[in-house]
């Protein structure tokens, strides 16, 4: 036997009695006996000698010492067997017998395997201008992720967001529909009544193009207001113009989360009902000082309108709202589906902040801030994707409060490329790197120029970009990539240029490292 054990030795049941170990000691060499003869043939048996003559003559001590020794030896197998397949041993019977023979059951599908991938954007990932970076590529043809951080994490978009607004006007108010901005008789003669539909591009320019070209224009509104307001009133001028822009809560016009500068600088209006030119003092720019009342700055602009119109001015504008059924004017804006191009190739914040308040409306939920998780979300949910992850607090993506994953807006844009539910008005309003609207002077030296049509974003706490990157290897893949912290740097921008533009280089090779 091996040395684990030591040397094999009887252990004997009694011990042999003086008498026969004085018998064992003197014993004489064996001798060889006849053993009858077989066959014919006669043969020799020796005698039993030593160890061999003590088994035998106490064969039933040696039996128990050679089986207590299999029993030490089958019990070390069981153990050595126990530890290396993880089972437990039981205490109260012998271990469970493994049948081979039945067939073990099987998923009824396996999943698909995924080949490797060695193309890595590791370096453009980790550039420290972007923060803390959130992103998700997927491939739109198999819907497998290719890239991951943080991918189902809800981080704020900026303005990424007014792709979801853009869908839900779309889905609700339908690609054709047109907002109204309408005038009624007044309560007495020279009286009369302007409403505001939500419609924030109808300008004051009475010739030439504003930031919305093709905008409804308050000077027709006023000719129509005139000539039928004289034909019922003959001689009565108009005194007195009412302005209602209750369309909305007129005081809900501004979030607590978005900075006054935005306003001041002239990124954004106060969101009204009643507006024109989104409230910029210069209607050709699109960056231009916002006042801080909207409804105001166009009462104004139509009075002068009418004053212009019937050669008599108007004496006060007052605040309140219509009971009158008589119209007397009525201007349309351009189409959704105009509207919201607008709003996305220029990421114009107050289009998108008025599209999402009547989407509210037209919903049945108030055109409320508040209600606006509920209109966009239940806008869009028709697509399949899941909404409940969404936070939504405005329209246009200016509130960090606003959190929506990267893997939900890959996705999303997957579907607009498809244009499923009528999704192709948001992606062909899409930005086009080095080509279009925001991206236009972004990718210029780029390979993947004219490759990307995508939705950029900024705000001071995030850079962003999400869309549809068709890859040098002719795959397509949905995208998006946050780079999220306060104080983010300008060169974010650059940073997530150069990181879509790895992509594109590597396609369904990219791997995820």
């Known amino acids: 036997m091996s040395d684990q054990f030591g040397p094999l030795t009887p252990t004997p049941q009694q ?8 018998e064992a000691a003197s014993a004489k060499p064996a001798k060889r006996t006849k053993a009858p003869a077989t066959g014919g043939e006669s043969a020799e048996k020796p005698e039993k000698t030593g160890i061999a003559a003590l088994i035998a003559k106490h064969p039933t001590a040696y039996l128990i010492g050679a089986l207590a020794l299999a029993f030490v030896l089958l019990g070390t197998g069981a153990v050595a067997l126990g530890v290396a397949t993880g089972g437990t041993a039981s205490a109260s019977g012998p271990a469970a017998i493994i049948d081979d023979s039945v067939p073990r059951a099987l998923p009824e599908t396996l ?40 991918a189902t994490e809800p981080a704020r978009t900026a303005s990424v967001l007014k792709a979801l607004t853009g869908a839900a006007a779309i889905s609700v108010l339908g690609p054709d529909y047109r907002l109204s901005t309408q005038v009624f008789e007044g309560s007495s003669p020279g009286t009369v009544v302007l409403v505001g539909g939500g419609d924030a591009t109808l300008t004051r320019l009475n010739s030439g193009e504003s930031v919305y070209k093709g905008a409804a224009r308050v000077s027709a509104l006023a000719t129509q207001v005139v000539d039928a307001y004289t034909v019922a009133y003959p001689g009565v001028p108009i005194t007195n113009i009412i302005l209602d822009s209750s369309y909305w809560n007129p005081k809900d016009n501004w979030d607590a989360s978005w900075s006054n500068s935005d306003r001041t600088n002239g990124y954004q209006s106060r969101v009204t009902a009643l507006q024109v030119d989104g409230d910029r003092a210069d209607p050709t720019v699109k960056v231009s000082a916002r006042g801080n009342d909207p409804v105001k700055r166009a009462g104004e602009a139509f009075a002068n309108a009418i ?3 019937s050669g008599q001015p108007v004496a006060t504008l007052t605040v309140g709202t219509n009971a009158s059924t008589t119209k007397l004017g009525e201007v349309q804006s351009q189409p959704v589906s105009t509207l919201v191009n607008q709003m996305l190739l220029t990421s114009d914040g107050t289009l998108a902040e008025s599209l999402a308040r009547v989407v509210s409306v037209k919903a049945g939920l108030g055109g409320s801030a508040s209600s606006l998780q509920q209109a966009i979300g239940g806008a869009i949910q028709p697509l399949g994707m899941d909404v409940t992850t969404l936070t939504i607090v405005d329209g246009s993506g200016l509130s960090a409060k606003n959190a929506i994953s990267p893997d939900f807006m890959a996705r999303f844009m997957i579907a607009a490329k498809s244009g499923a539910n009528d999704l192709q008005y948001v992606y062909n309003s899409l930005p086009i790197a080095g080509e279009t609207g925001g991206l236009q002077n972004r990718f210029a030296s780029s390979e993947a120029k004219g490759k990307v049509t995508a939705k950029p974003g900024h705000i001071t706490s995030a850079t962003t970009l999400a869309g549809v990157i068709e890859a040098k290897d002719g795959t397509t893949l949905g995208f998006a990539f946050y780079g999220i912290g ?14 879509t533009t790895a992509v594109y280089e590597c396609g369904d090779n990219l791997a995820n490292n």
Request: hydrophobic letters at 45%; aromatic letters at 2%; a neutral charge.
């Open 15 to 22: 011990p042999l009695s003086r008498r026969e170990a004085r």
């Open 111 to 150: 999943p698909a395997a995924s080949r490797l991938r060695t193309c890595t954007i590791g370096d453009a990932a980790s550039n420290e201008a972007l923060k803390t970076l959130h992103a998700s590529v997927i491939n739109a043809s198999t819907g497998e992720v290719l890239f991951n951080r943080a």
């Open 486 to 499: 306060d104080g983010i740097p300008d060169s974010a921008v650059g940073a997530v240029d150069a990181l």
């Open 307 to 309: 004053a212009a119109a």
